[in-house]
């Protein structure tokens, strides 16, 4: 199916900062975000122009393409992949992506907490200990810090360079990228905020993502973030594949997240002849460029390799109607397969606002061992596994067959509670990358300023209930 500016706009996003509040903020960033376009649906192949007539029609490479423009095709996968899978965009652009200077490593100190060789055990701590995180702390205000220099690497397995793996993020930051693009050649980004919206240009157009939505920036495209406020927030990137809707099962056509409530930026362009510096992430490790011109400068695309958004009140939930709890992959938004059926790379999951009913029922998450590692973060209100002591902005990890589940008070309470129905509050998001990788955390993470120690106390009142 192609697309060709079928749109919607901010406006019917209800949880959005109220108008007045955005004018104000908007006075400090570079460009306009507000009444921005989108194109609707996931996967689908768009067509976008931001100059009328500046597509070529019936053909990919002309001659002389419309308007003088450049064309560039971005692939997402091998040429040859099947069909159903294939990747791609092709781009008009005012000048070619190839036109910059030669790249150089970037100062290892600027970047020096992004670890991307898990393989190694440089740098890196190995514990199956049942771990939660503090809220990482924002950049101090004399310290400029933009989204790129305050990503810090968690956790992740594998190499980028054999293409296999994950890497999880926190990223925090407290100022915009000015004049400053960022593309990782080793995977695809799925950007979580906490706290602040983040207002991103991409070479594709222009998006908004504000916590309880999400953004996913692929491979190889380039991008900047402005920012109005200090933003914090979590990415996990994947080294091989990428994120597709979960298949629905028995459970039909529609529900999860459904393919409309997805939006892919529309085109848009800028003629900006000043020095821009160009970050590529390669093998880990970060290098950069500069040119003369700004890379947000396509005219128009067509594809279906591009960034998309999504929100996460729009997911609809599905849960049991009258007893036990069900697994959480049911909760699944977006999923990055490996090669083994049924197992992932990566599996975003989210706890969302919901009905619960189960009848005769532990309600909160059952006691666990699972052959996948489980890291969550808590977006907003509070999660019912653990109540207390996992605040928003907070995170865990719970490892490969480390036991884990809910905390001594939870288990007590809903052991006893008369069961009522129960609607969790809509305040309450919490979200889990779900992997079948054992995860190596790094040193920097794992240093005693960041990690609450009295964790493992959650279940220290634990007691023998059983009456022989």
């Known amino acids: 199916m192609c697309i060709r500016d079928r749109v919607s706009t901010q406006s019917t996003w209800g949880h959005l900062f109220e108008v007045n509040i955005l004018m104000e903020k908007a006075s400090s960033l570079k460009r306009s975000y507000e009444n921005l376009a989108y194109l609707e649906g996931f996967g689908n192949h768009f067509a976008t122009e931001a100059k009328k007539g500046a597509l070529p029609v019936g053909q990919n490479s002309p001659q002389k393409c419309p308007y003088d423009l450049y064309a560039e095709q971005v692939s997402g996968t091998a040429f040859t992949v099947p069909r159903v899978s294939n990747q791609r965009t092709w781009l008009y652009r005012i000048q070619p992506a190839v036109k910059h200077l030669p790249f150089s490593k970037s100062a290892e100190a600027t970047y020096r907490y992004v670890k991307n060789d898990y393989m190694k055990k440089d740098g890196l701590n190995i514990t199956p200990n049942q771990t939660r995180w503090h809220a990482f702390p924002f950049p101090p205000k004399e310290q400029p810090t933009n989204f790129v220099e305050g990503l810090v690497s968690v956790c992740g397995a594998g190499d980028p360079t054999i293409r296999t793996g994950i890497s ?79 298949d629905l099962g028995p459970i039909g056509a ?38 003369d011109h700004s890379p947000f400068d396509v005219v128009a695309w ?33 999923t990055c397969p490996s090669d083994e059926p049924g197992v992932a790379v990566l599996d975003f999951v989210i706890f969302p606002p919901r009905w619960m009913v189960a009848e005769n029922t532990f309600r909160p998450p059952y006691y666990h061992r699972n052959c996948m590692s489980e890291y969550m973060g808590n977006i907003a209100g509070s999660y019912d596994g653990k109540g207390k002591g996992f605040e928003p902005g907070k ?70 209930l059983f009456k022989n």
Request: net charge negative; glycine share 4%.
């Open 302 to 334: 067509h594809g279906n390799y591009a960034p998309y958004r999504y929100s996460l009140d729009r997911f609809c939930p599905m849960n049991a109607v009258r007893y036990d709890h069900p697994d959480p992959s049911i909760f699944t938004v977006l």
């Open 254 to 291: 529609n529900g999860l997240a459904n393919p409309r409530d997805f939006e892919t930026p529309a085109a848009y362009f800028e003629e900006d002849s000043t020095e821009w510096k160009v970050i590529h992430k390669y093998q880990g490790e970060m290098f950069e460029c500069t040119q």
């Open 395 to 464: 995170s865990s990890l719970h490892s490969y067959m480390t036991p884990h589940g809910p905390s001594a008070v939870v288990f007590e309470k809903a052991s006893t509670v008369e069961l009522q129905p129960e609607r969790y509050s809509n305040d309450d998001l919490s979200f889990m990358f779900e992997t079948s990788f054992m995860l190596r955390g790094t040193t920097w993470a794992l240093d005693d300023q960041h990690v609450d120690k009295d964790y493992y106390h959650c279940w220290s009142k634990l007691r023998p």
């Open 168 to 246: 999880i993020y926190i990223y925090a930051c407290n100022t915009s990228m000015d004049n400053t693009a960022f593309c990782s050649a080793d995977g695809d980004f799925l950007i979580v905020p906490q706290t602040g919206t983040l207002y991103i240009v991409t070479e594709m157009g222009k998006m908004t993502v504000a916590p309880k939505e999400i953004a996913v920036i692929q491979r190889g495209i380039r991008f900047s973030v402005e920012i109005t406020e200090d933003s914090r927030g979590w990415v996990a990137e994947v080294f091989k594949g990428h994120l597709r809707l979960p």
